[in-house]
């Protein structure tokens, strides 16, 4: 079974400030989507960021982007110019068969005033 | 568009008794996967379907089941509830055609307690 970590429980960062928020994962696929998901505290998961294993270049979303290691099997999130609103639970995910995505425990980022 | 909406948002039950949770998946979405989130184990795939057909099961115990309509709304249902099945059950919804792998639009959860 696939598995997905995330190595950081918390994170904090000051507003105005760039953070980034650590995945790893485990597959034996060479072609597969990868995904970080932010779960606000009204709880709606909505999708941040997307990136497929076969392109080489990092997704882009605005202020946040990726660091796709895949040899490394690293996938992490850059938060630039972070926000008020970017303070949420946010999951790492790997999709694993149709429609089903494999999560990481989650990081709960702080973002101070 | 109106986004993916879960019934009832809370429900407390006992131990013993069984529970049906409902989803309305965004108009024109044909899949919908169903995830159980607690604190200790996180999130967990319990199933997906598609056109009324689970395509994809988690590893849960029989106890967890469910359908989907043809209007693509789908419903869960816990049978048998023990304590460690208090989570929070998310509903989420895609296109989800053959070899698509697209966003998943989540609702916001049915928070159940079980005492």
């Known amino acids: 079974a696939q598995t997905v970590t995330q190595s950081q429980p918390e994170m904090s960062v000051q507003e105005a400030e760039t953070v980034t928020l650590s995945c790893t994962y485990d597959?034996?696929?060479?072609?597969?989507?990868l995904f970080w998901y932010k779960q606000p505290p009204s709880r709606q998961m909505i999708l941040v960021i997307r990136?497929?294993?076969?392109?080489?270049q990092n997704a882009t979303e605005n202020r946040f982007s990726v660091n796709f290691q895949k040899a490394a099997k690293s996938f992490s999130l850059k938060i630039s110019d972070s926000q008020l609103g970017d303070a949420a639970m946010y999951f790492c995910?790997?999709?694993?068969?149709?429609?089903?995505?494999?999560f990481g425990q989650g990081t709960r980022l702080t973002i101070n005033p | 568009k109106a986004g993916v909406t879960q019934t009832p948002r809370y429900l407390i039950k006992t131990r013993g008794q069984q529970v049906t949770l409902s989803c309305s998946p965004i108009?024109?979405?044909?899949?919908v996967s169903w995830y159980q989130q607690t604190p200790g184990q996180g999130l967990q795939f319990l199933f997906e379907?598609?056109?009324?057909?689970?395509?994809n099961k988690g590893n849960f115990p029989g106890r967890f089941s469910g359908r989907q309509f043809s209007n693509s709304r789908s419903e869960m249902n816990v049978s048998t509830l023990e304590l460690g099945d208090s989570a929070l059950y998310l509903c989420?919804?895609?296109?989800?055609?053959?070899?698509?792998?697209?966003?998943?639009?989540f609702g916001e959860g049915s928070r159940l307690t079980v005492l």
């Open positions: 989420a919804s895609s296109f989800g055609g053959v070899g698509e792998t697209g966003e998943l639009f």
């Open positions: 597959t034996s696929e060479s072609d597969y989507y």
């Open positions: 990136q497929e294993a076969y392109k080489q």
């Open positions: 995910a790997q999709e694993e068969g149709a429609q089903k995505l494999v």
């Open positions: 108009s024109g979405h044909r899949s």
């Open positions: 379907y598609f056109s009324e057909t689970q395509r």
